[in-house]
């Protein structure tokens, strides 16, 4: 019989690449469109808030590993990574422009595809731990 932390994990493994599948599928449908703006000269708003936080969590994963605690190297790093990104938003605020409809609805959705996945993995290893209570 498989361990249930193991069943878990290939189904996490199993979300992980449907999402990452489904984000591909979205920028490609998305990319055939004609774009008002030139993306040399232009970011829209937040984009070096998200840049920052990506870089700072991955530095984060390196902490953590250090230190022995993952999670908390990635808490740490991400919230200097926003820092950080927020400085260089208002460095380049010149450059930044508003986000346009078809960002906003993207930004919408995976913001509500990410809460889903946060609530069905927490659901999940919520039942895992009652389980391994008994």
Same mark, same amino acid.
């Given at each position: 019989?498989?361990?249930?932390?193991?069943?878990?994990?290939?189904?996490?493994?199993?979300?992980?690449?449907?999402?990452?599948?489904?984000? %591909?599928?979205?920028?490609?449908?998305?990319?055939?469109?004609?774009?008002?703006?030139?993306?040399?000269?232009?970011?829209?708003?937040?984009?070096?808030?998200?840049?920052?936080?990506?870089?700072?969590?991955?530095?984060?994963?390196?902490?953590?590993?250090?230190?022995?605690?993952?999670?908390?190297?990635?808490?740490?790093?991400?919230?200097?990574? %926003?820092?950080?990104?927020?400085?260089?938003?208002?460095?380049?605020?010149?450059?930044?422009?508003?986000?346009?409809?078809?960002?906003?609805?993207?930004?919408?959705?995976?913001?509500?595809?990410?809460?889903?996945?946060?609530? %069905?993995?927490?659901?999940?290893?919520?039942?895992?731990?009652?389980?391994?209570?008994?």
């Amino acid at each position: 019989m498989v361990q249930p932390f193991i069943l878990i994990s290939i189904l996490v493994f199993v979300l992980i690449v449907l999402g990452a599948l489904i984000a %591909v599928a979205i920028v490609i449908r998305n990319s055939s469109g004609d774009t008002t703006y030139n993306d040399q000269e232009s970011h829209p708003q937040g984009y070096w808030i998200g840049i920052g936080m990506s870089i700072g969590a991955g530095f984060g994963v390196a902490l953590g590993l250090f230190f022995d605690n993952l999670v908390l190297g990635i808490a740490i790093g991400a919230a200097i990574g %926003v820092s950080i990104g927020a400085a260089l938003e208002q460095k380049n605020k010149d450059s930044l422009r508003p986000l346009g409809e078809q960002e906003r609805k993207m930004q919408t959705w995976g913001i509500a595809a990410g809460v889903l996945i946060l609530l %069905v993995l927490a659901g999940i290893f919520t039942f895992l731990l009652f389980v391994r209570m008994q």
